[in-house]
């Protein structure tokens, strides 16, 4: 029963915002935002469309980092924040106007390699984690032979290239590695910047642009990034073995069957009501599933002024419906439609 | 007495006058901004190493001396260790002195010594001048795509026949030591030569011509009197240039690999404090920021070091070659 009034709610609100946004638009508001730098594309891609159709309303958004924008949302500095990583209960008690997270896209993480002549290569479940702990070191290894039969895999050594700076997407890659192996866990574990295993086969790069451009430079190299960036840049990425055994490349139809398997718990956010929208996908089940994908979050203040709460509420619903549809096109998963209805509902509560 | 003096001057209708009220004024003003500037710039120094050292205490009360000793940086476990990031920095910058620096001084001969026209000479300093000028990415980007091919084919043939010889165990896979300190080596360049033209201009000229007077052949003039002579002009050069390659941040966090191990090898990658810094502070929360703070005063420290090394070794060549002052 509270659900259909909870909706009924929800539409009203986003009725009304949609009429006082319009009424807003030409007060000059602007938004400030920082935080995470993987949804960078996208979120600037929105708010330029955004600040089109609603004219007067400009946003301006600085992919610091998931870490920095959480801190800048903490200290009060920005009127929003994104993060890849979502936020801890602890980060939340520290703001004390109260957060709403609302997951507003999707990615993957692949893995990119450069091996002269191979294009195609598949990567086993207990084998992919084992190149990132430093215990399958060479191409020609039997678990990489077995799972290729067509592939020309050379003798030369796996040169594993991870990020050096601290990162949401290393979150959720060494989340799922966590999640598939238990070696993986015990030994190195899930972190935003963990400490890999000290040999002179791992390189480190900065940003999703650093690891790319040192893998196109590097024969034998193999490292994680995220779709948007292979897609951008052409470099050839592995399939991987998914929780039901199929080999999958990364795709907008695999991300959205990973999505699928996504479970949000009815549960509210520590000592609030607001929805908990956190839900990591660390092992998709799905048949045709990616393997590695999660979400990312939009951070804003449960209580502000009427006027910017109207424009984020504005801003919000305008990604969820206009905004998915280039997702696609710049290598990121549209949200499945039941997601999109909990981030509505979810969205009334910025005031 | 001084006064009676102008004022007989005065009276003879001489061209000097005393300094007028005006011109004492102005003289007092300027002493006092001189004065401000130069004591601003120490509570600038003061100011930063407070700042600094005010963030970095709770980490350094938490790690002590372990941070200068250990080797891991976890962030999820928060462990901190710094000691892969010292050697790195200090033998990066330690390849980069020796190849940067000796190619620098043997400019400073070249350019100096009458080798080629004056004219000639003008026109390689503005280029070697240049080089300063090129932006640290710029130089990154070139190391990447540039260095780091070019050094594979000859790291895996070093590897391949002298491979027991500790600095050639391993191969270039990527990017490492080897291309990180060569970069470096042409980024100090500049600065080594520069100071050490100068060094060896200020050289009075009858000094060469004394030394050649006494029959030397211009070999053992250049090697046993004119580098000698500014041989505390050249080490300044040199101990700018160190500093220099100790605090250089973007080409090396592109190039050396920033990976937290101690390595002998050319080929191995490596890491330094400052890349450590630039890579981790966009995303470092409060406990990582403060064991960032502490790195950051390690490295502060070891450039204070090197310089005061540099400024006693420099005073000692100055008492030994250039006779007492």
New interface residues.
């Given amino acids: 029963m509270s659900s259909s009034i909870f909706r009924k709610f929800a539409l009203a609100t986003v009725g009304a915002s949609l009429v006082i946004g319009s009424s807003v638009a030409t007060a000059d508001t602007k938004l400030i935002g920082s935080g995470a730098s993987f949804p960078f594309p996208i979120y600037s891609k929105w708010f330029k469309d955004f600040s089109k159709a609603s004219d007067g309303v400009r946003v301006d958004y600085q992919a ?5 924008g959480i ?1 800048d949302l903490v200290n009060g500095t920005v009127d929003f924040a994104a993060s890849d990583a979502a936020m801890n209960a602890e980060e939340m008690s520290k703001v004390d106007k109260g957060v709403v997270l609302l997951p507003l896209t999707a990615g993957e993480v692949v893995l990119a390699y450069n091996l002269d002549g191979v294009d195609e290569l598949n990567l086993p479940r207990d084998v992919y984690p084992q190149i990132f702990t430093g215990e399958i070191t060479q191409w020609n290894d039997e678990a990489i032979v077995a799972a290729n039969p067509d592939a020309e895999l050379p003798d030369e ?1 796996i ?1 594993v ?1 991870v990020r ?4 949401g997407t290393t979150h959720v890659f060494t989340g799922h590695l966590s999640e598939v192996s238990d070696d993986f866990k015990s030994t190195i ?7 890999w295993p ?9 940003k999703n642009d ?1 690891i790319t ?2 893998i196109k ?2 024969p ?2 193999i490292g994680y990034i995220e779709y948007g960036y292979a897609k951008l840049t052409g470099a050839t990425t592995a399939r991987l073995e998914n929780a039901a055994g199929n080999y999958i490349a990364a795709g907008a139809e695999s991300g959205a069957a990973a999505l699928a398997s996504a479970e949000f718990s009815d549960a509210t956010l520590p000592e609030s009501e607001v929805p908990d929208l956190i839900s990591w996908i660390y092992d998709p089940a799905g048949e045709q599933a990616y393997p590695i994908a999660s979400f990312t979050w939009l951070l804003a203040y449960k209580e502000q002024d009427d006027e910017k709460a109207a424009v984020i509420r504005d801003f919000v619903e305008y990604a969820i419906t206009e905004g998915q549809k280039s997702s696609d096109e710049l290598g990121y998963i549209p949200l499945p439609e039941s997601v999109i209805e909990r981030v509505r509902n979810a969205a009334t509560f910025i005031q | 007495m001084a006064r009676h003096q102008f004022n007989i001057s005065r009276s003879a209708d001489s061209v000097s006058a005393p300094p007028s009220s005006r011109e004492l004024t102005t003289d007092t003003v300027f002493r006092g901004i001189a004065w401000i500037c130069a004591s601003l710039i120490i509570v600038l120094t003061a100011c930063l190493l407070f700042k600094i050292g005010a963030q970095a205490v709770p980490a350094i009360r938490q790690h002590g001396l372990g941070f200068i000793f250990g080797t891991t940086w976890d962030v999820s476990r928060e462990t901190f260790g710094v000691l892969p990031e010292i050697w790195g920095t200090l033998y990066s910058s330690f390849l980069a002195l020796l190849i940067g620096g000796s190619f620098g001084v043997a400019i400073a001969i070249f350019l100096t010594q009458e080798f080629i026209s004056p004219r000639l000479a003008a026109i390689f300093r503005t280029i070697v001048e240049m080089l300063a000028a090129i932006p640290s990415v710029v130089y990154g980007l070139w190391g990447i795509y540039v260095v780091i091919p070019m050094l594979r084919p000859i790291s895996e043939f070093l590897n391949a026949w002298l491979g027991w010889f500790p600095m050639f165990s391993t191969d270039l896979a990527g990017p490492g030591l080897a291309p990180a300190a060569l970069v470096l080596a042409i980024m100090i360049l500049p600065t080594v030569a520069a100071i050490s033209v100068d060094a060896m201009r200020r050289i009075p000229y009858k000094v060469k011509e004394a030394a050649y007077g006494m029959g030397t052949t211009r070999w053992e003039a250049i090697l046993k009197v004119m580098l000698p002579t500014a041989s505390s002009g050249i080490l300044a050069a040199l101990v700018l240039g160190f500093g220099r390659a100790l605090g250089e941040t973007m080409a090396l966090a592109m190039l050396i690999g920033n990976s937290n191990q101690i390595n002998l090898s050319l080929f191995a990658p490596a890491n330094t404090l400052a890349s450590l810094l630039a890579s981790s502070f966009p995303e470092a929360g409060q406990i990582e920021v403060q064991a960032l703070m502490y790195a950051a005063l390690v490295l502060l420290a070891i450039t204070f070091l090197v310089n005061v090394g540099g400024l006693a070794i420099q005073q000692y060549t100055v008492r030994k070659f250039e006779g007492k002052r």
């Fill in positions: 610091k980092g998931s870490g920095a801190q050594q040169t290239v050096s700076d601290s990162s574990g899930q972190g935003k910047s963990p400490q000290q040999t002179q086969s791992f390189i480190k790069a900065p650093g451009a040192t430079q590097t034998g190299a």
